[in-house]
């Protein structure tokens, strides 16, 4: 079965300094990857996803994402955070036999000072 | 347009009570599904539908039912609720699955606390 770790629970970051989130995955074959935010109060929405091709993904929001088949990652990053990124980031795999399954991981928080 | 519509968005139950959390979408999308999040686990999937009349288990079905039978409804009903069920619980719909690209739109939430 695929599983998702997050490694960082909590992260905080200045307005403007660029932020990195890390997520790793187990799965035996090519993933299919994305990351969600979650706003306070809110349900998640969709940042980016990965599916094939570049290993480069751009997304929402100014987000961008690069899997690594070689580290089984697919950090998540963004150049320079604003007030309203301020949120719980979700990084989750999909796998192929279930076709509708998602697992997520844990989350981490991330936290914008100004 | 709505999107994915949870009723309600608080309940409080007693231990043994049972209740149905509701979940309407109004993009015509054929899967639903039903997540719970608790701090530290991130979401895990409690039932999903492929379409009318067509459900299947999640990681963590215990002591929930789901029945569909419209494409808009996928309610999520607790038998006797327990403490153990106290958590955040997400309805989320696709126009596709993940191979296809299925972005997941959620709903607001409900936050259930069992006593």
């Known amino acids: 079965a695929q599983s998702v770790t997050q490694p960082d629970i909590h992260i905080t970051v200045s307005e403007g300094a660029s932020l990195e989130l890390r997520c790793n995955y187990s799965?035996?074959?090519?993933?299919?990857l994305f990351w969600y935010v979650q706003s306070p109060g809110q349900g998640l929405q969709l940042l980016l996803k990965?599916?094939?091709?570049?290993?480069l993904v751009q997304g929402i929001k100014g987000f961008e994402a690069e899997f690594k088949r070689s580290q089984s990652s697919f950090n998540l990053r963004k150049p320079s955070v604003h007030w309203s990124d301020a949120a719980e980031y979700f990084c989750?795999?999909?796998?192929?036999?279930?076709?509708?399954?998602?697992?997520f991981g844990a989350g981490t928080t991330v936290t914008v000072r100004a | 347009n709505a999107g994915v519509t949870q009723t309600p968005k608080f309940q409080v139950l007693k231990t043994g009570q049972s209740m149905t959390l509701q979940c309407a979408q109004d993009m015509n999308h054929e899967y639903m599904s039903w997540y719970r999040q608790d701090p530290g686990m991130g979401l895990r999937l409690i039932h999903y539908?492929?379409?009318?009349?067509?459900?299947d288990q999640g990681e963590v079905p215990n002591g929930y039912n789901v029945s569909r039978s419209t494409t808009e409804d996928f309610p999520l009903r607790l038998l006797s609720a327990a403490p153990s069920q106290t958590s955040v619980y997400f309805c989320?719909?696709?126009?596709?699955?993940?191979?296809?690209?299925?972005?997941?739109?959620f709903g607001s939430g409900t936050q259930l606390s069992v006593l």
């Open positions: 539908s492929v379409g009318a009349g067509i459900t």
């Open positions: 799965y035996g074959a090519t993933p299919y």
């Open positions: 989320a719909s696709s126009y596709s699955g993940v191979r296809q690209g299925g972005k997941l739109f």
């Open positions: 990965y599916f094939s091709g570049d290993t």
């Open positions: 989750a795999v999909g796998a192929i036999k279930s076709d509708y399954k998602l697992s």
